[in-house]
């Protein structure tokens, strides 16, 4: 079985999430017998067709135009459309029928609920990450239920291995509240959490590449504010230092807009940290009970999660329950199974 991993072309200037998805996903793919490769854009038609199977992540219009290509010359595809959604299905259905009505008259115009629905339509299987998006998919976008298949994202097992020490001696903290994620855009609410450190008095620690905007410039603002908050612009995400940041600290506190389910706090997590998220977006799937859940409309439920996450003391049930269901291994066999399944299907 060969099968080829596709994604939107800004994905390795991104260094988000699907990035690090789909760099594991591959390497533990291969390491299971089964043969991986990026999809290169330069080879031809032919080459491509040596491929049993093409996994698409994401649904943009990047995304669109592979998929329709692909189903135009006969290839099959799998998509994991990394869709998630605050409005609710009958919006997302109305959505879609406003674009089909639009598209009688005006061909061309898409919108983003249009787009992964075609995305869908065409796939062999859909492959959410929670079962929210699932649902999402299913009721909103009029997916077939029997053509969706929920398979986790996973994390490396390296995180657990990470050596406090590290970051300690570099940094001088330990014990401190974390986040980790891109600072500036909207959806991670880093601002709100920023708003809400300030009245915590306990160390904390954001590490993230800072997008020019107009938000991450209120952060930065906020942020300078607070002398218990250190800002560090930005670490690989296979540094000993990040390993050793989760490692460090005490609680990871990701109070996003919602999160599907939030890689960085997995891999907190994994590292023995008490994490606290949102709960939008299919994040209990993987936390469970093992969490503290925030609202992330609310700074004073935001700083009211922390300051309970940092009372309690640190126990192994979230790493236990990480390292049994969603390292990645587990996650590659579940994902070689589904590919099997497709094309065992007449």
Same mark, same amino acid.
Request: with cysteine; hydrophobic share 40%; net charge positive.
């Given at each position: 079985?060969?099968?080829?991993?596709?994604?939107?072309?800004?994905?390795?200037?991104?260094?988000?999430?699907?990035?690090?998805?789909?760099?594991?996903?591959?390497?533990?793919?291969?390491?299971?017998?089964?043969?991986?490769?990026?999809?290169?854009?330069?080879?031809?038609?032919?080459?491509?067709?040596?491929?049993?199977?093409?996994?698409?992540?994401?649904?943009?219009?990047?995304?669109?135009?592979?998929?329709?290509?692909?189903?135009?010359?006969?290839?099959?595809?799998?998509? =994991?459309? /990394?869709?998630?959604?605050? +409005?609710?299905? $009958?919006?997302?259905?109305?959505?879609?029928? #406003?674009?089909?009505? @639009?598209?009688?008259?005006?061909?061309?115009?898409?919108?983003?609920?249009?787009?992964?629905?075609?995305?869908?339509?065409?796939?062999?299987?859909?492959?959410?990450?929670?079962?929210?998006?699932?649902?999402?998919?299913?009721?909103?976008?009029?997916?077939?239920?029997?053509?969706?298949?929920?398979?986790?994202?996973?994390?490396?097992?390296?995180?657990?291995?990470?050596?406090?020490?590290?970051?300690?001696?570099?940094?001088?903290?330990? =014990?401190? /509240?974390?986040?980790?994620? +891109?600072?500036? $855009?909207?959806?991670?609410?880093?601002?709100? #959490?920023?708003?809400? @450190?300030?009245?915590?008095?306990?160390?904390?620690?954001?590490?993230?590449?800072?997008?020019?905007?107009?938000?991450?410039?209120?952060?930065?603002?906020?942020?300078?504010?607070?002398?218990?908050?250190?800002?560090?612009?930005?670490?690989?995400?296979?540094?000993?230092?990040?390993?050793?940041?989760?490692?460090?600290?005490?609680?990871?506190?990701?109070?996003?807009?919602?999160?599907?389910?939030?890689?960085?706090?997995?891999?907190?997590?994994?590292?023995?940290?008490?994490?606290?998220?949102?709960?939008?977006?299919?994040?209990?799937?993987?936390?469970?009970?093992?969490?503290?859940?925030?609202?992330?409309?609310?700074?004073?439920?935001?700083?009211?999660?922390?300051?309970?996450?940092?009372?309690?003391?640190?126990?192994?049930?979230?790493?236990?329950?990480?390292?049994?269901?969603?390292?990645?291994?587990?996650?590659?066999?579940?994902?070689?199974?589904?590919?099997?399944?497709?094309?065992?299907?007449?």
């Amino acid at each position: 079985m060969k099968i080829a991993l596709a994604s939107y072309q800004s994905l390795m200037l991104i260094h988000g999430g699907p990035h690090v998805v789909i760099t594991e996903l591959k390497e533990h793919i291969n390491r299971q017998g089964v043969e991986a490769d990026y999809f290169d854009m330069w080879k031809t038609e032919d080459d491509l067709r040596r491929y049993d199977l093409v996994h698409l992540f994401g649904c943009n219009m990047e995304i669109h135009s592979l998929a329709r290509n692909f189903r135009e010359r006969g290839l099959k595809y799998v998509v =994991n459309p /990394i869709f998630f959604t605050r +409005h609710s299905a $009958p919006y997302i259905r109305f959505g879609c029928f #406003l674009q089909k009505q @639009l598209n009688r008259f005006y061909a061309g115009i898409y919108t983003d609920y249009g787009l992964v629905r075609r995305i869908c339509q065409g796939a062999e299987m859909v492959q959410p990450n929670t079962d929210d998006e699932g649902r999402l998919i299913e009721k909103g976008l009029k997916i077939p239920g029997e053509k969706i298949r929920v398979i986790h994202n996973g994390v490396s097992e390296s995180f657990e291995r990470g050596d406090p020490g590290v970051f300690v001696e570099r940094y001088g903290i330990r =014990n401190f /509240i974390l986040n980790v994620g +891109h600072i500036g $855009p909207p959806r991670k609410n880093t601002l709100a #959490l920023v708003r809400a @450190l300030s009245a915590v008095s306990h160390p904390a620690v954001i590490i993230g590449r800072v997008t020019p905007d107009v938000e991450s410039e209120a952060i930065l603002r906020e942020s300078a504010k607070n002398k218990n908050l250190l800002i560090i612009q930005g670490l690989n995400h296979h540094s000993p230092v990040l390993a050793s940041a989760y490692a460090a600290c005490d609680v990871f506190a990701m109070p996003s807009l919602y999160e599907t389910p939030g890689l960085a706090a997995l891999e907190a997590g994994l590292a023995g940290a008490k994490v606290v998220i949102t709960p939008h977006g299919g994040t209990k799937d993987y936390f469970a009970d093992y969490a503290h859940y925030a609202d992330p409309y609310s700074l004073s439920d935001i700083r009211r999660a922390i300051t309970t996450a940092l009372e309690k003391p640190k126990d192994d049930r979230l790493k236990n329950h990480i390292r049994e269901h969603f390292i990645w291994p587990v996650i590659a066999r579940n994902m070689i199974r589904m590919y099997r399944d497709v094309l065992e299907k007449k």
